[in-house]
């Protein structure tokens, strides 16, 4: 067994206080945003809502007057439970319309 005699005590003392050898959470990198921030992000969306991620993230400034990438403000969204959408394009059908379709489907199929 080729184990660095150091490692060993050093993970010696984690196993008793933590019953685990594994890591420790980290803190993890600092958000450029503020939850105030977050807010007004979700409300400019929400007064626009057919501008894109890029174009919001130009019109927001995060902590220290930085700018946030269009990422950072999909993830925003996304988080608050707005998710990215499309308009419909293409013909609006009623239920007669479908009839005929299938109506004219059928007499050509055969």
Excluded at 41 to 54: E, T
Excluded at 60 to 83: H, M, P, W
Excluded at 93 to 99: A, E, G, I, M
Aim: hydrophobic content about 25%; aromatic content about 4%.
């Amino acid at each position: 067994m080729n184990v660095n005699r150091t490692t060993i005590f050093r993970l010696r003392p984690r196993l008793h206080e933590t019953d685990t050898v594994s890591d420790r959470p980290r803190s993890g990198r600092p958000r450029c945003t503020t939850q105030r921030q977050e807010r007004n992000l979700v409300r400019n969306h929400m007064n626009n809502r057919f501008l894109s991620a890029s174009a919001l993230s130009r019109q927001t400034r995060g902590k220290k007057n930085q700018r946030i990438s269009a990422n950072t403000v999909r993830r925003r969204l996304s988080t608050s439970g707005i998710r990215p959408r499309r308009a419909y394009i293409g013909p609006i059908l009623t239920q007669r319309h479908r009839h005929q379709r299938t109506l004219w489907a059928q007499e050509h199929a055969a």
